[in-house]
């Protein structure tokens, strides 16, 4: 599967980045979704979808209160206009020479650099290198809806891994999880209680 460009970088710090979208592109990433920064010399950022803010404008503002509005007229906006679509990325690893490291990316990407999602396969392969490290970095950033965001991860990444043939791959996930949170109590309970919520076999 060709990987899908979804938007270009706004601005990047040494743990995320923001990336702008046309409405028009809103279908393909998905909250939760792993996406993928390509760079120089085999070099890429891999990160996960933790919002998608859309903000208005003037003429959002005028239209909302308009009665009666008409759908030709809400698709011109949608479609025609650059309405402002922005998508919040946490970094959680990257590769290099061909090695996946669950580490922070040495270095962040430029700003305009384009953004794509990940195939089923890549995701298989960055979920199934190492030892879940790349579960550090969401759990300790406090901005995040963690029980929601692991649950939509985790959702993705098992049917890719059953898919693959590794029907396993979510009990070793879930039991990790446990591990890290098994200090923190309330944030346990809160991500048991959204992964039952999802559709995830074998949970």
């Known amino acids: 599967m060709s990987a899908i460009e979804i938007g270009r970088l706004l601005r990047a710090g040494t743990t995320g980045c923001v990336i702008g979208c046309r409405v028009s592109q809103l279908d393909i990433p998905v909250f939760g979704g792993l996406v993928s920064i390509p760079l120089e010399s085999g070099y890429q950022v891999y990160g996960l979808i933790h919002d998608i803010h859309i903000d208005d404008d003037g003429l959002v503002r005028q239209l909302v209160t308009t009665p009666n509005l008409s759908e030709d007229v809400l698709l011109d906006n949608r479609i025609n206009r650059n309405v402002?679509?922005?998508i919040s990325v946490l970094f959680c690893g990257y590769e290099q020479?061909?090695?996946i490291s669950h580490l922070l990316p040495p270095r962040p990407p430029l700003s305009l650099d384009a953004i794509?999602?990940?195939?089923?396969?890549e995701l298989v392969r960055f979920t199934g290198t190492g030892q879940f490290g790349y579960f550090r970095h969401i759990l300790r950033n406090e901005e995040v809806p963690l029980g929601e965001l692991l649950a939509a991860h985790l959702e993705q990444a098992s049917l890719a891994h059953a898919a693959a043939g590794n029907?396993?791959?979510i009990?070793?996930?879930?039991q990790e999880l446990i591990t890290l949170l098994r200090d923190d109590y309330p944030s346990l309970v809160g991500v048991l209680s959204a992964l039952r919520d999802a559709q995830i076999a074998n949970f």
Do not use: I, K, L
Request: hydrophobic share 25%.
């Open 116 to 121: 794509y999602t990940c195939s089923p396969e």
């Open 84 to 86: 402002p679509v922005e």
């Open 171 to 174: 009990c070793s996930a879930t």
């Open 97 to 99: 020479a061909g090695r």
């Open 167 to 169: 029907s396993a791959w």
